[in-house]
Nanobody, 127 residues
């Protein structure tokens, strides 16, 4: 079993920044054996995958709407993945989740089902 805990959400004005953290744990868990994805669910919308990282091969992916504004990174020693979010927009508002998939490499979100999920952290971008 893998446990994931997100933190770092909050209320921020448009143009501001937040850094989300996803701390992973579990018996024999090794982060570089997993792909870690960040997802978000905006009010009234379906959950969407926005970024993924696999620390073994340094593979990262982003959806177009966050490219150039969000940066995903990982610290294997801490089993923690970060999502640095800059130039936030009101449309970035939502609950952000991290999830783990026992696979090396970031595959398209539409083609995989992540195995483990965190409880989510709220991000609100508003003036």
């Amino acid at each position: 079993q893998v446990q994931l805990v997100e933190s770092g959400g909050g209320l921020v004005q448009p143009g501001g920044s937040l850094r989300l953290s996803c701390a992973a744990s579990g018996s024999a868990f090794a982060m570089d054996h997993y792909s870690i994805g960040w997802f978000r669910q905006a009010p009234g919308k379906e959950r969407e995958g926005i970024s993924c990282i696999n620390t073994r091969d340094s593979d990262t992916t982003y959806i177009d709407s966050v490219k150039g504004r969000f940066t995903i990174s990982g610290d294997s020693a801490k089993n923690t993945v970060y999502l640095q979010m800059n130039n936030l927009k009101p449309e970035d508002t939502g609950v952000y989740y991290c999830a783990a998939l026992h696979i090396i490499g970031c595959l398209p979100f539409s083609k995989v089902v992540y195995d483990y999920w965190g409880q989510g952290t709220q991000v609100t971008v508003s003036s």
